[in-house]
């Protein structure tokens, strides 16, 4: 049987990573093979050049920073192709929607976007953690990238979250409640909409 493919969506701090760990943990505590992955993967050369953009270092177009990103995940794509095969549950902090979501916030075509990703594995669910780019500053107000001290930047890809989420029929969840309550949701979901576990 074909694994599954669950993205985990949302603002910086919006609790991606926390959710895709728990959830991770949850299945394979059912007996499911489960690959836990995160982009952008900043230990490979794309990958390296993308943390040094935002670090700074870089100054790359708004285009040229999606194409970054979107290599990065083609760099994981024949892993993807084999994890879904063998029958593997993968979960991920952030896929594709991200640069439809980063991309169209700095004025790119959300067509383009996607239509550059298509040959990449589709997602079976995905989950948006809504919450304000205000409460992102609260949960983070040190280090922040470049992207993440911009409130109307955040402001504009909360908005195209919203638009994805509402025309591809994700599961949105209000991330700014307590991380067990959405972490019972999420797990309901997957029962309901994939059958898992």
């Known amino acids: 049987m074909r694994g599954r493919l669950i993205a985990f969506e949302g603002l910086d701090q919006s609790g991606k990573q926390t959710q ?3 959830l991770s943990a949850f299945l394979r505590s059912r007996g499911r093979a489960v690959t836990l992955t995160s982009f952008p993967e900043y230990d490979t050369a794309i990958g390296s050049e993308i943390g040094r953009a935002l670090a700074g ?3 790359y177009s708004p285009d040229v920073m999606q194409l970054l990103y979107v290599a990065n995940r083609y760099e994981r794509k024949a892993d ?3 994890w879904l095969a063998a029958g593997t549950i993968v ?3 952030r896929y594709a929607a991200s640069s439809v979501a980063y991309g169209e916030a700095f004025g ?3 067509r383009w976007l996607t239509d550059m990703q298509r040959y990449l594995p589709a997602a079976d669910l995905t989950i948006l953690l809504d919450i304000a780019p205000e409460t992102a500053v609260t949960r983070k107000s040190t280090d922040r990238d470049r992207y993440e001290r911009d409130l109307a930047l955040q402001a504009r890809v909360r908005e195209s979250y919203h638009r994805q989420a509402a025309s591809e029929g994700w599961l949105v969840l209000d991330g700014q409640r307590d991380r067990a309550v959405i972490a019972a949701d999420v797990v309901t979901a997957i029962s309901s909409r994939l059958a898992l576990p």
Request: glycine share 0%; hydrophobic share 40%; no cysteine.
């Open 20 to 22: 895709a760990e728990r």
């Open 57 to 59: 270092e870089r100054d």
């Open 80 to 82: 993807l192709a084999t």
């Open 91 to 93: 979960v991920s902090d």
């Open 108 to 110: 790119l075509d959300a």
